[in-house]
């Protein structure tokens, strides 16, 4: 079992920033990667960005150049530096932590983008 506390999300104006950070309890042996997912109102959640245990990254296309996943595996933690937000970066943000076998999710974090 894998529990996730995910923090970070807020109001912010359109070209802002925000860091969302996801830490990890639990199983952390079995963790392969690390990411995070969105989804907004009406939509079907989506990828945002992925990091692999041995660092590999991938992103939406809607976040590359502007968002940035990290890790930081002493402290079992994901991050997410978003930088030059947009109104339609507006959503609830979802850490998920996968093991190879299942996926596990945060409570999510709301994100709103002020135009």
């Known amino acids: 079992q894998v529990q996730l506390v995910e923090s970070g999300g807020g109001l912010v104006q359109a070209g802002g920033s925000l860091r969302l950070s996801c830490a990890a309890s639990?199983?952390?042996?079995?963790?392969?990667?690390m990411g995070w997912y969105r989804q907004a109102p009406g939509k079907q959640r989506e990828l945002v960005a992925l990091?692999?245990?041995?660092?590999?990254?991938n992103y939406a296309d809607s976040a590359k150049g502007r968002f940035t996943i990290s890790r930081d595996n002493a402290k079992n933690t994901v991050y997410l530096q978003k930088n030059s937000l947009k109104p339609e970066d507006t959503a609830v943000y979802y850490c998920?932590?996968?093991?190879?076998?299942?996926?596990?999710w945060g409570q999510g974090t709301q994100v709103t983008v002020s135009s």
């Open positions: 990091i692999t245990n041995d660092g590999s990254r």
């Open positions: 639990g199983l952390i042996f079995s963790i392969k990667a």
């Open positions: 998920i932590v996968n093991t190879g076998v299942l996926d596990y």
